[in-house]
């Protein structure tokens, strides 16, 4: 799970239950999918790399700061580290974390300070918002509250963030880490993106963590860089499992990890003290409402009907990623509005399920017909859609609803489906060849044959081909003994004559 902060920040997205009004203003952005970039307005814990962990060689970057380098600030004249000492020995006390002193922890502090001012007040002014809903969901699971400054880390608290590495949402999670903590995933909905579920889903994933290793500093690390990483930074470290004395066996991500999180801990609870002041606090946990979905619907459809913003509904619901609630079976689907669209929205509702004919949504082919011999056409080199459409005297939206074909892409050897009526194909010149001369003989499956080997064996004969002739659209094993009908030509039985000699 790798952790990113993005160059712009956009506002949250919403939540569930409300009772005041909401400032209308405050939802026209659109919150789509934004990648990171190597200029973050928070930090990248790559580049922060402490001075007992980096060699004298290493260039200095922004947030690097050499050992002797003193602070300077109007806001915190007489910040000794004495004081720092005080101040995180009081925090120490407070929270089931390891709050200690060390040169390492100051120094990030003092960056930050330094260099990131102004994004820490953006920052303490997003958390407003967004620290609400993840501390409820993190005493719901009895976990320690202070691990709301872990979405601080990594994401900067953008519900749409997206890594490099394919990590998204508030939590960024991988792929598969999202799927096993049961955040649904597929080409219409993203629920990483979804501020409750993703957060109900880090909360369960953090407390598995802690069950396997016992110490919140390597649940920690190991959020960031996987269980396995730091079992392995144990075992090199001599089986100690103080994360200060094997950091430096861990990825170099992760060995600033823990200390970007500590740093965000104080500088959030002394805030006051280092003069950081919310940006604005516009928005509000309590400003939303949620309802469940009957079916299928799309942002468009609700816009025009309901009139509400498409900057809103995207902001509102950044887990549906292409605009569509799709209606899922088994699944209860949700949309999230403001409450002053909320009640527009439920006198529209029953009027947009009934407008089928404008969902913005690829329509599943009606006929799509089996491919056999007597109807289909085999793509040949250079062959277009447009070409075999008008060498069939068919339309373009008949060939592509026939065979079930979303985009332009066709592969040589490739059989489309050029007819609805039971008769042979007399078209193109291999084609005809084939179909006129054609002859079969049976071969019979062996141990560790495939249907790639298989036609390199006859000759190269396509494996679609194969599939067609022995009805096996949907099989990938072959069963030995199985006996297939294969194509005989001049190559495939010269071919035959030569292995059997």
């Known amino acids: 799970m790798k952790k990113i902060l993005l160059l712009i920040f956009i506002l949250p997205s919403c939540f569930l239950n409300s009772q005041n009004s909401f400032p209308e203003n405050q939802w ?25 962990l980096v060699s004298n060689s290493i260039e200095a970057s922004l947030f690097q700061v050499s050992s002797n380098e003193g602070f300077q600030g109007a806001d915190n004249e007489g910040f000794s580290s004495m004081l720092l ?62 691990l709301k400054y872990l979405a601080v880390v990594e994401s900067a608290l953008n519900p749409v963030a997206v890594s490099a590495s394919g990590a998204k949402g508030l939590w960024q999670f991988m792929y598969g880490t999202g799927n096993e903590y049961g955040l649904y995933i597929d080409s219409f909905v993203d629920e990483r993106f979804d501020l ?31 269980p396995g990483n730091v ?33 965000t801990m104080y500088l959030f609870t002394h805030a006051d003290f280092h003069n950081l002041k919310p940006e604005s606090k516009e928005t509000a946990y309590h400003w939303t409402d949620t309802i469940q979905i009957k079916g299928q ?25 292409k605009d569509i609630i799709p209606a899922i079976p088994g699944r209860k689907m949700h949309l999230t509005l403001p409450l002053n669209y909320m009640e527009q929205f439920i006198e529209a509702e029953k009027d947009l ?32 859609l447009n070409r075999i459409a008008s060498k069939h005297n068919i339309s373009l939206e008949k060939l592509k609803t026939w065979n079930g074909l979303e985009n332009n892409f066709l592969i040589s050897g490739q059989r489309l489906v050029v007819t609805d009526k039971e008769r042979v194909v007399h078209t ?34 396509p494996i679609s081909e194969l599939r067609t002739l022995n009805d096996l659209e949907n099989v990938n094993y072959l069963k030995p003994g199985t006996e297939l009908k294969i194509r005989t030509n001049d190559t495939a039985s010269r071919i035959t004559r030569g292995n059997k000699s």
């Not at 409750?196 to 860089?225: H, P, Q, R, V």
Request: net charge positive.
């Open 196 to 226: 409750i579920k993703s957060t109900m889903a880090a909360c369960a994933y953090l407390e598995s963590l802690y069950k396997t290793f016992g110490d919140w500093d390597l649940a920690l690390a190991a959020y960031n860089s996987g």
């Open 353 to 384: 399920y009934l407008i089928k004919s404008e969902l913005n949504i690829v329509p599943k082919p009606k006929k799509v017909i089996a491919i056999t011999e007597m109807n289909s056409y085999i793509v040949e080199p250079g062959d277009n």
């Open 231 to 263: 079992r392995k930074a144990i075992r090199r470290a001599g089986g100690t499992k103080n994360y200060w004395e094997l950091r430096s066996f861990l990825p170099r991500e992760t060995s600033s990890y823990v200390p970007a999180f500590y740093a």
């Open 297 to 321: 619907l799309n942002f468009d459809l609700i816009q025009k009907h309901a009139g509400i913003p498409l900057k809103t509904l995207r902001t509102c619901n950044p887990s549906y990623k």
């Open 28 to 52: 026209e952005f659109n919150n789509k999918p934004v990648m990171a970039t190597s200029d973050n307005l928070w930090m990248e814990v790559t580049s922060l790399q402490p001075a007992d």
């Open 85 to 146: 000492k005080e101040q995180l020995s009081v925090l120490n006390k407070t929270t089931p974390f390891k709050v200690y002193h060390n040169a390492t922890l100051e120094r990030f502090i003092r960056v930050y300070l330094k260099d990131r001012r102004e994004y820490l007040n953006r920052l303490i002014g997003k958390s407003e918002y967004y620290f609400p809903m993840i501390e409820q969901y993190l005493d719901r699971y009895d976990l320690p509250l202070e």
């Open 428 to 461: 193109g010149s291999n084609n005809r060849k084939r179909l006129k001369h054609e002859k079969y003989q049976i071969y019979k499956v062996g141990y560790g044959d495939t249907l790639f080997k298989i036609s390199r064996k006859f000759g190269n004969i």
